[in-house]
Nanobody, 124 residues
């Protein structure tokens, strides 16, 4: 499956952005899809994931502000980000895998397919 992330940009603190992860080549609902972020000089960090069933999982720091969702008709995963903070600034990546088990979905190493990343910058 090929993934294309988009929707990043510059926003003021407290604002919102919606990231998209469009898939081609395979039906995305057959995969577990995750969003990760990577700030300069830091390791890639789990943000959220959506299971094949539609169940969702979030990093504690993003819970209540971020929402991951799936549009099967568009073969696209979204990450709605509200109440953005300067510490949310990073490159955001979407990733997918068919063989993940729940205990490993927060690890970037569990995902085989990756999009190219989209920059999110939150100004204070």
């Amino acid at each position: 499956v090929q993934l294309q992330a988009s929707g990043g940009g510059l926003v003021q603190a407290g604002g919102s952005l919606r990231l998209s992860c469009a898939a081609s080549g395979r039906t995305l609902s057959r995969y577990v899809v995750g969003w990760f972020l990577q700030a300069p000089g830091k390791e890639r960090e789990f943000v959220a994931a959506i299971w094949r069933s539609g169940a969702t999982y979030y990093a504690d720091s993003k819970k209540g502000r971020f929402t991951i969702s799936r549009d099967n008709a568009k073969n696209t995963i979204y990450l709605q980000m509200n109440s953005l903070k300067p510490e949310d600034t990073a490159v955001y990546y979407c990733a997918a895998d068919q063989s993940i088990i729940i205990s490993t979905l927060r690890s970037s190493q569990s995902y085989e397919y990756w999009g190219q990343g989209t920059q999110v910058t939150v100004s204070s």
